[in-house]
């Protein structure tokens, strides 16, 4: 039984996929198994992973989004740790002989994570980021600073059922929901140096596969559940900018529909929870004029 479980989410990935399982290849540390979950793709992805034969393949016949694979790969995985690996992203090869060693020797840690290297589309650095004490959004309000990339984390197995899984009817942001859930129950540590060469997509997931709905509907899933919670007056203040952003880009989503009232009535609504977003007044305005 391996020690590690690399799971792999991907969807249409013949573009990187085999970047992202070599690097796997590559690793310095050697007792991992891969598990690749394909969400459904329609372009050569099956081809591409069949060809490394000590990889685990499921095919998902049916799109349902990143936790419903994540969430499969675990399953199917034997390994007491999980390393998630976004198809698009791509490992230095010392990754997993500096972080399995940290769950080794400290049972009070759960997520291991590190510092980033974000690359453009075409792997040009773009800029290292440190990702330790990170002083922005959700990782300063929720989950103690810790900016915890997809594929940087490992974490042991056991705490992930513990926590439930990732949450199926998230589309995006299921990766800091795992982090607040996880962070209730261990502690996070970071390798402070970049383990990850992180691919900066020009568009979402949601954005590349056409599922704005399901995005919009998992970001108000993730706030409501944020409000759930005990919340300290800077979590709450924060919330309330993002419930802000989110019924101004539903009142967006239904202006480009030509939904003219009911996106107005969301402008409404985003204003009321936080009056500070200016790019909502530039919306209502062209809401107003009939330009979408």
């Known amino acids: 039984m391996p020690?590690?479980?690399?799971?792999?989410?991907?969807?249409?990935?013949?573009r990187f996929i085999r970047r992202a399982l070599d690097s796997v290849r590559a690793q310095t540390y050697r007792d991992f198994e891969v598990v690749v979950v394909d969400d459904a793709s329609t372009d050569r992805t099956a081809e591409i992973v069949k060809a490394y034969p000590d990889v685990t393949y499921v095919y998902r016949e049916r799109s349902e989004g990143v936790?419903?694979?994540?969430?499969t790969a675990i399953r199917a995985a034997d390994g007491r740790y999980i390393a998630n690996l976004d198809c698009d992203d791509v490992w230095y090869p010392?990754?997993?002989a500096l972080q399995v060693p940290i769950l080794d020797q400290c049972p009070e840690v759960g997520v291991v994570y590190s510092d980033q290297e974000w690359v453009d589309e075409e792997g040009r650095t773009v800029k290292v980021v440190r990702c330790s004490n990170w002083p922005k959004s959700w990782e300063k309000f929720f989950y103690g600073g810790h900016n915890v990339g997809p594929s940087t984390m490992i974490v042991r197995k056991e705490l992930l059922e513990k926590?439930?899984?990732?949450?199926?009817?998230?589309?995006?942001?299921?990766?800091k929901d795992i982090c607040v859930r996880l962070y209730d129950v261990c502690q996070f540590r970071c390798v402070e140096q970049?383990?990850?060469k992180r691919r900066l997509a020009r568009q979402s997931y949601g954005a590349r596969h056409q599922q704005r709905e399901e995005v919009l509907n998992s970001i108000s899933v993730f706030l409501c559940k944020l409000e759930q919670r005990k919340l300290t007056r800077a979590q709450?203040?924060?919330?309330r900018r993002e419930w802000s952003y989110y019924y101004s880009d539903r009142g967006k989503y239904f202006m480009e529909r030509g939904q003219r009232l009911l996106a107005m009535r969301h402008f409404i609504t985003a204003m009321r929870k936080d009056p500070l977003v200016a790019k909502t007044y530039g919306r209502v305005l062209r809401c107003l004029v009939g330009s979408a």
Not at 236 to 239: I, S
């Open 236 to 239: 709450n203040r924060y919330l």
């Open 3 to 14: 020690k590690v479980s690399v799971i792999i989410p991907v969807k249409n990935g013949e």
């Open 67 to 71: 936790s419903v694979a994540r969430n």
């Open 94 to 96: 010392n990754k997993l």
């Open 194 to 196: 970049p383990l990850v």
């Open 163 to 175: 926590v439930g899984l990732y949450d199926e009817r998230l589309w995006t942001n299921d990766d």
